[in-house]
């Protein structure tokens, strides 16, 4: 278990790694790989992800296959969700 101070000094990196984070490195980071794994860990079907991101299930496969780049606006939603998966479910709720 970590200390309270090594614990604050993690949370503290994380958040410069964050601030850090450069649209490039988002780009790099999200890429097709990335999100077909990210999609099975959250357990979602292609078209589950699709509807959350506001996207066509077609997007998802073109994306997940490599034959189209995930970059701008979706990239960094897809960063965010990945950072923070709870916010999936509100994302899913007002889909509904």
Do not use: C
């Not at 790099?28 to 790989?33: G, N, Q, Y």
């Not at 959350?52 to 299930?57: A, Y």
């Amino acid at each position: 278990m970590k200390s309270k101070s090594s614990l604050k000094k993690w949370i503290e990196e994380k958040k410069e790694e964050k601030n850090n984070l450069h649209e490039t490195e988002i780009f790099k980071k999200v890429d097709s790989e990335f999100l077909k794994k990210f999609r099975h860990e959250l357990h979602l079907t292609q078209l589950q992800l699709a509807k959350v991101l506001g996207v066509s299930k077609k997007t998802i496969e073109k994306w997940e296959q490599g034959k189209n780049p995930l970059l701008g606006p979706a990239a960094r939603l897809v960063y965010l969700i990945h950072q923070n998966p709870k916010i999936i479910l509100e994302l899913q709720l007002e889909e509904s």
